[in-house]
């Protein structure tokens, strides 16, 4: 009965395997083997008539409390366990499933009381082997269970695979994970929960070509069981299908209600976020802040999305997150890492500087594309010594390849690492400053700069906040978007350059780079953003609506999410008609496949409407590129800055709004011109490249020269 429970699926589906035991219903045996078929509530049906006729009822208690665990129906589990282990704890099969409950439990206390003995006979008892495999991972001992699983039997059952993957995943060996689990698909057909692991591990490994196959061929077979929508809410938001993941996420709320069922609360988070309810995020209940480190992924998302609405309590969140941080072992890993906190050394202003781009998106992602443009267009120009420093394994997104072939730079990837191991790969390096190009977005490395990795460290590029940071010494920007009156809550000390931040000057394996202005639109006015739909507030919803009032049978040209989801539309246009704009208005332009098809897009719009508070930076370089002017409103802080920034970096300072008034009067008079803007579209790339924000060669040098300043600053700090 119990090598049945290590067989394989098509083993059992063998008729030759199966003909002993065929026909032969509610025998032990029998039941296995309809386990591990995934019948498990036909195994359950025929256990209990068993358990009903026969008064030797050792054998079906067990296959009982092993359903249970399977269904996670963990209080009868833990009932059908402690009553076997009272009457017997000696056989192993009794001890087999008391490991399991402590480790459901995470009571491994409980089970070292138990002694070494516990573990005897496990050789000949596979399902104890794999327990105690379970119980060293639990507690990170890698070597130890890498040893277990090596003393078990050839061919390895299926549950000694997952543990492997399991093992190699909690190592950030993700790709390694995935290779091995795949294969296995085909035999592994109707076990649930080796799909719920094999789409964790797809999403995981970044590989973008497997996530929507794998988790449509696991919803095909399984349904929408608890498990698996955790990744479904994942996958939905890859999508761009807010209003889908929603659902998913809320259906997991359900079922942990009824059940334990694991329930990501910041995949939920954001599902709100992308339906355009970033607002709503700072009246997240109590018990979210109140435990920051029981809720780490969602405290650390919520970090990102306060700054983004500008909320008041940004500064007392992220304190609060802090302080709880540095109170944790992993903390302590993370500060003692490699060679300990690093050192500034006494360099001269001649000495080169070795600077480490840290960045967690080089992928197809805005500031991949603004870092290597910059890097590229300085080859053989640049003073200092650069590398760029990968955090996040993107697989086959990854863009790796491109960094690599720019000259000069030297490429360290440290994404298959666990953090403290990345902190002391990277203090191994010596750098003498680091750039968080990542700030608190997704594939952050904060952990690292929270310890240090640098003796300078520099807030730069990717995020648009404070990154609230005792040890970030530096925030970069220009007098844009730290204006002379800025008094936004910061914790680095404030650095501006003399010329734009940034630089628009498309690498040349971009399409942009080549691509052609397009051609206007034709008929009435066309505004329009390709802004995502998280960042339309319902100030910027009525703000939009009043434009298109005062600007007669003028059009919105809106894309933001995928058309499989209409049910994000109709919230959107839900959210219109109570902010005053009238959704029939809208125009929608679906996702578009390619980048190059993304920019041809431009093609329906006249004017762009950037929104508020969080604006675009991006898309507003895009738009001007390909023809478009662009609208904002000059905020106080900045993230409602960005647009600002690039504009006034482009010399169009008369297309930035002082108030809001001013923005509506900019927007509304320049639909007025709209037969002008439409024969002069080339004038707006011309712009570009005729000012500073078209020179990435210039913003190379201008680094440098900031970061030798820096250095210099902290060096004669004594701090």
């Not at 429970?5 to 219903?25: C, H, M, N, T, Y």
């Not at 390895?156 to 190592?171: C, S």
């Not at 991006?618 to 504009?647: D, F, H, I, K, Q």
């Amino acid at each position: 009965m119990y090598k049945l429970l290590l067989a394989w699926p098509d083993e059992i589906k063998d008729p030759k395997f199966f003909s002993r035991i065929q026909g032969v219903a509610q025998s032990p045996e029998w039941i296995a083997a309809q386990i591990k078929l995934g019948n498990w509530n036909i195994a359950e049906a025929n256990c209990l008539i068993a358990l009903a006729q026969i008064s030797s009822s050792h054998e079906y208690r067990i296959l009982l409390a092993h359903i249970r665990w399977l269904q996670l129906r963990f209080g009868e589990f833990q009932f059908l366990v402690e009553s076997l282990w009272a009457e017997n704890p000696t056989p192993p099969e009794i001890r087999w499933l008391f490991a399991q409950l402590q480790l459901q439990l995470q009571d491994l206390k409980t089970l070292d009381e138990q002694g070494i003995g516990f573990w005897r006979d496990q050789y000949q008892f596979p399902l104890l082997l794999l327990s105690h495999t379970a119980a060293q991972l639990q507690v990170r001992r890698f070597s130890a269970a890498e040893d277990l699983l090596n003393a078990l039997p050839k061919p390895w059952p299926l549950e000694a695979f997952r543990l492997k993957a399991r093992m190699l995943a909690m190592q950030s060996r993700h790709k390694e994970a995935l290779d091995l689990l795949q294969p296995l698909s085909g035999r592994a057909a109707n076990d649930r929960h080796f799909w719920t692991q094999l789409l964790e591990a797809v999403i995981d490994a970044r590989s973008s070509p497997l996530v929507v196959p794998t988790a449509r061929e696991a919803l095909g077979r399984h349904g929408e069981f608890p498990e698996l929508l955790c990744h479904v809410t994942t996958v939905k938001l890859f999508q761009r299908q807010p209003a889908l993941a929603r659902r998913s996420a809320l259906l997991q709320q359900v079922w942990g209600s009824i059940r334990p069922v694991k329930v990501n609360l910041a995949n939920q988070l954001c599902t709100y976020d992308m339906g355009g309810h970033s607002d709503w995020l700072q009246w997240t209940h109590d018990e979210v802040t109140a435990d920051p480190i029981k809720h780490c992924l969602l405290n650390s998302n919520m970090t990102m999305q306060l700054a983004s609405v500008e909320a008041p309590g940004y500064k007392a969140h992220i304190e609060n997150f802090l302080s709880s941080v540095e109170k944790t072992n992993s903390y302590k890993l993370h500060k003692n890492a490699g060679s300990g906190v690093p050192r500034i050394q006494n360099h001269q202003s001649s000495h080169p500087l070795r600077i480490a781009w840290v960045i967690g998106d080089l992928c197809p992602h805005p500031v991949s594309r603004f870092l290597l443009s910059f890097l590229e267009a300085s080859i053989g120009q640049r003073f200092h010594e650069h590398y760029v420093v990968s955090v996040t394994d993107h697989g086959t997104e990854s863009w790796a390849d491109k960094c690599k072939r720019i000259k000069d730079i030297k490429f360290v990837d440290v994404s298959s690492q666990i953090d403290h191991h990345k902190v002391a790969a990277i203090r191994s390096l010596k750098f003498d400053l680091a750039i968080d190009l990542s700030g608190w977005t997704g594939g952050n490395f904060i952990p690292g700069f929270i310890a240090r990795m640098a003796p300078v460290q520099v807030n730069y590029l990717g995020y648009f906040a404070s990154a609230g940071i005792l040890n970030m010494d530096y925030w970069l920007g220009d007098n844009h978007l730290f204006p002379a009156q800025f008094n936004e809550w910061h914790t680095e000390k404030l650095w501006r350059l003399k010329r734009p931040f940034l630089a628009w000057q498309p690498c040349n394996f971009l399409p942009e780079s080549s691509i052609n202005v397009t051609e206007s639109p034709f008929g009435e006015v066309h505004f329009g953003s390709f802004n995502h739909n998280r960042k339309f507030s319902d100030l910027t919803l009525k703000i939009w609506g009043l434009i298109l009032q005062k600007v007669p049978k003028s059009r919105l040209v809106l894309k933001a999410n995928s058309p499989d989801d209409p049910s994000t539309q109709i919230l959107l246009r839900r959210r219109m008609l109570r902010a005053g704009l009238d959704p029939e208005r809208v125009e929608w332009l679906p996702l578009a496949p390619t980048s190059k098809d993304h920019l041809l897009q431009y093609r329906y719009i006249d004017i762009a409407l950037d929104p508020m508070p969080n604006g675009g930076c991006t898309t507003t370089a895009e738009a001007l590129w390909m023809g478009v002017p662009v609208v904002t409103l000059a905020g106080s802080n900045y993230v409602s800055r960005m647009s600002t920034a690039v504009l006034m970096g482009a010399g169009l300072e008369s297309w930035v709004a002082q108030d809001i008034s001013s923005y509506i009067d900019i927007a509304s008079n320049a639909a007025l011109d709209v037969k002008n803007l439409r024969n002069n579209r080339l004038d707006w790339r011309k712009k570009i490249l005729e000012s500073p924000l078209g020179n990435a060669k210039s913003l190379m040098f201008d680094l440098e020269k900031a970061f030798t300043e820096m250095y210099q600053e902290k060096l004669h700090s004594g701090n």
